[in-house]
């Protein structure tokens, strides 16, 4: 019998996708949500994680970059695979040497474009509709040392009306990100 794969899930707030990745696989032998880390102490994604039965810790920018610690937590859990699922930090070189490969992110626009330090959530949704861009979507991606840089999975469209807003097109990109993130990361890690 196959050993069941390890995810640990990044998150920096409200955890809407983590949630649905945590459902998608919840009655499943095969794949465990092995824990959820925030670094926004705040975060409601702390809150979701304890509803959903799940352990979740916070760790701050000097557990990512300086001590290590982070990491030594992902060993301990055991993770296999780390999804990120609105982290907003560089992932640190640490962790992508321990995982190579095996780090995931979902970026709520059509990449290359709309990506890089500072796009993220709503100034994403914000530049797309002030560009009039007639399209936008999302990408899930392998992580490498910059932003919104590696390796493109998957990509899915949605159409930019001429009266869009950055709401409407948040609310679009939201139902993308729920009926393609979980399957694709689901597709990657046992095909990898």
């Not at 925030?38 to 990512?64: P, S, T």
Request: net charge negative; aromatic share 10%.
């Amino acid at each position: 019998m196959n050993r069941t794969i390890r995810l640990a899930i990044l998150g920096s707030g409200n955890g809407t996708n983590a949630q649905q990745i945590s459902e998608y696989f919840a009655d499943r032998a095969d794949v465990e949500i092995a824990c959820i880390i925030y670094n926004v102490r705040d975060a409601y994604i702390a809150e979701r994680a304890k509803n959903l039965g799940i352990e979740a810790r916070y760790f701050g920018r000097k557990d990512f970059y300086e001590n290590g610690s982070v990491l030594q937590y992902l060993h301990e859990k055991k993770a296999d695979w780390i999804i990120l699922a609105g982290f907003l930090w560089l992932v640190p070189e640490d962790m992508l040497t321990a995982y190579p490969n095996h780090i995931i992110n979902i970026h709520p626009a059509l990449l290359p474009k709309y990506g890089g330090k500072g796009m993220y959530g709503h100034h994403v949704h914000e530049a797309v509709v002030a560009a009039r861009e007639q399209e936008s979507g999302i990408t899930i991606h392998i992580v490498d040392n910059h932003y919104d840089r590696g390796v493109i999975l998957f990509q899915a469209r949605c159409t930019v009306d001429a009266d869009e807003t950055p709401d409407s097109l948040a609310a679009k990109i939201h139902l993308l990100e729920k009926e393609h993130f979980p399957r694709v990361i689901d597709e990657t890690i046992h095909n990898c």
